[in-house]
């Protein structure tokens, strides 16, 4: 049994019409000709034919029916929160997201040390440059200085 409008229907081989196939081999040109048949006969083949054909059909619906049940009662799961497998990959994204927050803070806290550092080291290369220059230049002035007495 199938439904009109599901996948699985067979409603799209009601408008073939069979009657207009030509063959291609001398063989079922032969066989196109009607067999002499009793009418007994043709209805058991297509009672037996029928059965056939309704039988995958039906579990094809019901397989269909059941991953769509299955697919329905998922996303439910989902709306509500409590879809095991989701839920899991959620929890590690958020601990993996925890983690890259703590290691982005401690990389943070190790740039701004590092720039300290570099800055107290600049600022007392500086301090001894500035000392340096001073003195030099004191020496220089005192140097200067006894210079101008001994020509006066």
Do not use: W
């Amino acid at each position: 049994m199938s439904f009109l409008g599901s996948p699985f229907s067979n409603s799209f081989n009601q408008d073939y019409d069979y009657d207009d196939e030509r063959f291609d081999d001398e063989e079922d040109r032969e066989n196109d000709e009607p067999l002499l048949q009793s009418d007994e006969d043709t209805e058991d083949a297509s009672e037996t034919d029928t059965g056939r054909q309704e039988e995958p059909l039906e579990i094809k619906e019901q397989m269909y029916q059941d991953k769509l049940a299955s697919l329905k009662k998922k996303l439910q799961q989902l709306k509500d929160g409590t879809h095991h497998e989701y839920n899991k990959k959620v929890r590690k994204l958020e601990y993996q997201y925890k983690e890259r927050l703590r290691l982005n803070v401690l990389y943070r806290d190790y740039l701004i040390e590092c720039v300290e550092r570099d800055y107290i080291q600049e600022k007392k290369a500086a301090a001894r440059e500035f000392e340096e220059k001073k003195n030099r230049s004191q020496r220089n002035l005192d140097f200067g200085s006894r210079g101008q007495k001994a020509d006066d």
